[in-house]
Each structure stands twice: as structure tokens, then as C-alpha cells.
T-cell receptor, first 116, second 114 residues
Framework: DTGVSQNPRHKITKRGQNVTFRCDPISEHNRLYWYRQTLGQGPEFLTYFQNEAQLEKSRLLSDRFSAERPKGSFSTLEIQRTEQGDSAMYLC??????????????FGSGTRLTVV | DQQVKQNSPSLSVQEGRISILNCDYT??????FLWYKKYPAEGPTFLIS?????DKNEDGRFTVFLNKSAKHLSLHIVPSQPGDSAVYFC?????????????FGKGTLLTVNP
């Protein structure tokens, strides 16, 4: 297993366009998370899946954002009608339930989104 | 409202000396605290954690100290090496129904000079 994989690494899009990011977690991990990091800030929680069920969505996740994890494997994060304020690094992480403290999350390298 | 605070944006130390990275928190319900290291263009990497019922945890060159009454924790790196140069994030894990969600500080950029 090569860790958490995120694609694309970089995405530049025009304001108003839709974008979709993909995350492939570590295969045996049953929890998957999306975080967003803007310049000078730490990562902020967006949403969380346990297997295929989306169990929590942050208030940061407006109606333009949707995340899915079909079949409890990879996940996608879609942003519709992008705005300049959506420009950020989008981080995906995975973990094995209840081993977050001993093992930590495993983060991917992120997708850097720039909205122009 | 910033529940996890890292008040020093940057820290510079000489190779071989001790690096001390500080973190304060406001929510007494946090159960665990974790430290992550982040290199440019990479995701954060887990370093070490500590339970709220402990006051110290050590792993090789890394030691985390927790002062629960002061709501303060610190990460000590001894001896510091140039490869330790990175952004260090303090993060807290909630309790009960939020025991999966990390709350991060803004990070401290550590530079270890040869």
C-alpha cells in the first residue's frame, strides 16, 4: 500500500466552474476525512465517512460542496460554482477506527485548488 | 474561536540543541493531543500523541509534555537536526461522539540551522 493518494495534485479553475477531487485511502482504513487548509492556517475539518456513510459535515461545507464515498473505498469531493474563497489545499486522510491516537491519521499530499 | 493555539509562528534553533514547540488549548473536553509535522507540498505526518490523563510521552528524540491545569502542551525535540525543519501542528482529538475529529493549531515553522 502506497499510503493515501490524492488526484489531481494541482487544479486551476475559473470562477463558476465545477471541480472534483479524488482520494484513495489506505485500503484497510475504514474512516476517511476531508480537511481544508488555507495559507497560514492549520487544516480545518470538512467531513468524515465511516465506511460508505457520511457521518458528519462541518458548517464550512456549504451547499456547493458534496462528498461521496461509494462502496466505502475511494472518495470524491466536488465543488460546484467555485468561488475565489474556495482556493485552498484540500487534504484527505484515513484511519482505522479507534486507532487515531496510536497511529494517527494518514494524510495524503493534498490537492491545491486555485480559483481565478 | 481558536480552540487550539500555537502562538509562535516560527522558531529557529541550532543543530544539536533542543527545540521546544508550544501549544495552548481552551476546550477541557479534549481527550488526546497529537503532533504532526508537515513538509512543503506534502500532507501532515503523525509524530506523537498524548492522552489527557498523562503528563509525558516520549518517542526517541521527541517528547510531549502536558500540563492539564494550564491547558498547555509542548513538544521537545532533542537533539534537533536539519531534517526536522518543517511546520509543526498541534492537534486535539475530541471526546465521546467527536473522538475522530482533529482540531489543529495554525502551526509553527521550525528551522534547524546546521
Amino acid at each position: 500500500d502506497t499510503g493515501v493518494s490524492q488526484n489531481p495534485r494541482h487544479k486551476i479553475t475559473k470562477r463558476g466552474q465545477n471541480v472534483t477531487f479524488r482520494c484513495d485511502p489506505i485500503s484497510e482504513h475504514n474512516r476517511l476525512y476531508w480537511y481544508r487548509q488555507t495559507l497560514g492556517q492549520g487544516p480545518e475539518f470538512l467531513t468524515y465517512f465511516q465506511n460508505e456513510a457520511q457521518l458528519e459535515k462541518s458548517r464550512l461545507l456549504s451547499d456547493r460542496f458534496s462528498a461521496e464515498r461509494p462502496k466505502g473505498s475511494f472518495s470524491t469531493l466536488e465543488i460546484q460554482r467555485t468561488e475565489q474563497g474556495d482556493s485552498a489545499m484540500y487534504l484527505c486522510a484515513s484511519s482505522f477506527a479507534n486507532r487515531e491516537v496510536s497511529d494517527g491519521y494518514t494524510f495524503g499530499s493534498g490537492t491545491r485548488l486555485t480559483v481565478v | 474561536d481558536q480552540q487550539v493555539k500555537q502562538n509562535s509562528p516560527s522558531l529557529s534553533v541550532q543543530e544539536g540543541r533542543i527545540s521546544i514547540l508550544n501549544c495552548d488549548y481552551t476546550n477541557s473536553m479534549f481527550d488526546y493531543f497529537l503532533w504532526y509535522k508537515k513538509y512543503p507540498a506534502e500532507g501532515p505526518t503523525f509524530l506523537i500523541s498524548i492522552s489527557s490523563i498523562k503528563d509525558k510521552n516520549e518517542d526517541g528524540r521527541f517528547t510531549v509534555f502536558l500540563n492539564k491545569s494550564a491547558k498547555h502542551l509542548s513538544l521537545h525535540i532533542v537533539p534537533s537536526q536539519p531534517g526536522d525543519s518543517a511546520v509543526y501542528f498541534c492537534a486535539a482529538l475530541g471526546s465521546g461522539g467527536s473522538n475522530y475529529k482533529l482540531t489543529f493549531g495554525k502551526g509553527t515553522l521550525l528551522t534547524v540551522n546546521p
